[in-house]
């Protein structure tokens, strides 16, 4: 009787863990950063944090379209990332 509870228990365990995992969205992903939710004396690195998130999604974007191998996409993103963006203004 004490084996077939504990298995149960196990059991419930594990599809509660894989319902966690499987659920959807991830759970640990950046949210990107808005400024406006900052306190004021850390409005201009909030600021300065979203423009490096925005930049890193465009690099990724990119190389995604680009259909980088996955050998190579860390180094084409980081030279992304460190290439000069063009001010319109």
Same mark, same amino acid.
């Given at each position: 009787?004490?084996?077939?509870?504990?298995?149960?228990?196990?059991? *419930?365990?594990?599809?509660?863990?894989? %319902? *966690?995992?499987?659920?959807?969205?991830?759970?640990? %992903?950046?949210?990107?950063?808005?400024?406006?939710?900052? %306190?004021?004396?850390?409005?201009?690195?909030?600021?300065?944090?979203? %423009?490096?998130?925005?930049?890193?999604? @465009?690099?990724?974007?990119a190389a995604r379209t680009a259909k980088i191998p996955?050998?190579?996409?860390?180094?084409?993103?980081?030279?992304?990332?460190?290439?000069?963006? @063009?001010?319109?203004?």
């Amino acid at each position: 009787m004490r084996n077939r509870v504990t298995l149960l228990s196990l059991m *419930a365990t594990l599809v509660a863990l894989a %319902a *966690a995992i499987f659920s959807g969205a991830p759970a640990r %992903a950046d949210r990107i950063v808005d400024p406006k939710t900052v %306190a004021p004396e850390f409005r201009e690195a909030a600021e300065k944090r979203k %423009a490096e998130q925005l930049k890193l999604i @465009e690099c990724n974007t990119a190389a995604r379209t680009a259909k980088i191998p996955q050998r190579d996409l860390a180094k084409h993103v980081a030279d992304c990332f460190d290439a000069p963006t @063009e001010k319109t203004q």
